[in-house]
């Protein structure tokens, strides 16, 4: 994907009585998904007829580099699309980078990244977008919010979801009830600045954490998390577990290293106490 694209802010513009939409882009990622895209194509042209009276909607599916047949069906299914764009990683790079590939070839202010197994439900953007406000870089789904739903997810997995998000809890600013989810609404001149060291399932936590830490507002949403119904989840459970206790302890880094140069600045800034001029002896003649 074409790097360093200048962000846009394209708000809707009002000409009488009719309203511009405003164009939104949404990424995609995909790797080894042949047999859950014609479900997600179908459950996209929803999607944007959905949206169709507030927002033009422009989908960016990148393959993150798919040993099975999915670029193929990527350019069966969507090549005619006229708001379609394919992106392909020669490689398998991981979710956080496909994310990243899109937001980078976007042309919209406004990001949104999807599950390609619609795990939550991506009608949901409909309510996550206008969320988006001026002071806000980042919407995220949230399952675990007291609102939301968790639907036929096993209770080991919710378990390590939550300890893992109660972590969280204590070491960034935002106190969230979850921060691993994929389905998002990003500001891109927020996001396409970020360097991540973890570009899996990981980067999704550390692209919230690097948002938090550099002063970005983060909002959540409740919503619906269910258990995949086609494919299969690429995630590693053991390998997923340390990947995180190593991204907190990286992140817990970058929160004392803020909070210490804070101290040093607050420190350097305060004014020091001027002595009062003595005054003048007098003496009585």
């Not at 511009?20 to 998904?33: F, L, Q």
């Not at 206008?130 to 639907?151: E, N």
């Not at 210490?260 to 009585?284: D, I, K, L």
């Amino acid at each position: 994907a074409r790097r360093g694209l200048a962000p846009l802010v394209l708000p809707s513009v009002s000409h009488g009585h009719k309203t511009a939409r405003t164009p939104i882009s949404i990424v995609v990622p995909c790797y080894n998904e042949e047999h859950t895209l014609p479900y997600l194509a179908n459950t996209l042209r929803s999607v944007e007829q959905a949206l169709s009276k507030k927002y033009d909607a422009r989908f960016l599916f990148v393959d993150d580099g798919s040993t099975d047949a999915s670029a193929a069906a990527l350019r069966r299914i969507f090549t005619n699309w006229p708001n379609a764009t394919i992106l392909q990683h020669d490689r398998n790079r991981g979710v956080a980078a496909a994310i990243l590939t899109g937001a980078c070839e976007a042309k919209t202010e406004i990001v949104c990244s999807i599950d390609c197994d619609c795990t939550y439900d991506p009608h949901e953007l409909e309510h996550m977008v206008p969320l988006l406000t001026g002071d806000v870089d980042l919407v995220t789904a949230s399952p675990y919010h007291r609102q939301g739903r968790v639907r036929n997810v096993p209770r080991w997995r919710l378990g390590l979801s939550r300890g893992a998000s109660w972590l969280y809890r204590r070491i960034l600013r935002h106190k969230l009830a979850t921060y691993t989810s994929c389905f998002r609404v990003y500001r891109r001149s927020a996001l396409i600045g970020l360097r991540l060291r973890e570009p899996g399932y990981l980067g999704i936590a550390e692209m919230l954490g690097r948002l938090d830490l550099q002063g970005s507002k983060i909002v959540e949403y409740p919503t619906t998390l269910e258990v995949r119904v086609l494919g299969r989840s690429k995630m590693k459970t053991l390998r997923t577990i340390f990947g995180h206790l190593r991204l907190m302890a990286r992140l817990f880094g970058h929160r004392l290293v803020q909070r210490f140069a804070g101290q040093v600045a607050a420190s350097e800034s305060v004014p020091v106490p001027q002595t009062e001029s003595a005054q003048p002896e007098r003496t009585t003649a």
